[in-house]
Every structure is written in structure tokens, then in C-alpha cells.
């Protein structure tokens, strides 16, 4: 994954979301606007800019 890439939380992260109160999943797609060694940061449609770590992502478009 890489800045500018179009992404979107994997369902799994659904269900582990379910019994974790510091885990929030969200249907929205985003777009990386940062890149640590395993954490993004996801500006989400809403205007929202949030940290998860790069496992709970899917990549829905790649930037060119």
C-alpha cells in the first residue's frame, strides 16, 4: 500500500470490532495520506482522518 492507494476495512475487521471497544469498523472508503512501517492514515469520506494498522485494509484502487 502506498499514498494516494483507494481503500476500504476488510469484513473480518467486522467481527473483531464486535467485542473490541477501541477498534471502530467503518463501510466508508478512504485514501492513505500517510505511510508508517505498519500503520496508515486514512482520510475517510466524511472528512475524517483515522489510524489503523495496515492489516485491517483492503486496497480498492491503486494510485498510479
Known amino acids: 500500500m502506498k499514498l494516494g492507494d483507494l481503500v476500504q476495512m ?11 471497544p477501541y477498534l471502530t469498523y467503518t463501510s466508508l472508503t478512504g485514501i492513505i495520506i500517510e505511510v508508517r512501517e505498519s500503520m496508515l492514515s486514512v482520510l475517510y ?3 475524517k482522518i ?15
Open 10 to 20: 476488510r469484513q473480518r475487521v467486522f467481527w473483531m470490532a464486535k467485542g473490541n
Open 45 to 47: 469520506s466524511d472528512g
Open 50 to 64: 483515522k489510524y489503523n494498522l495496515a492489516e485491517y485494509f483492503e486496497v480498492l484502487n491503486e494510485s498510479r
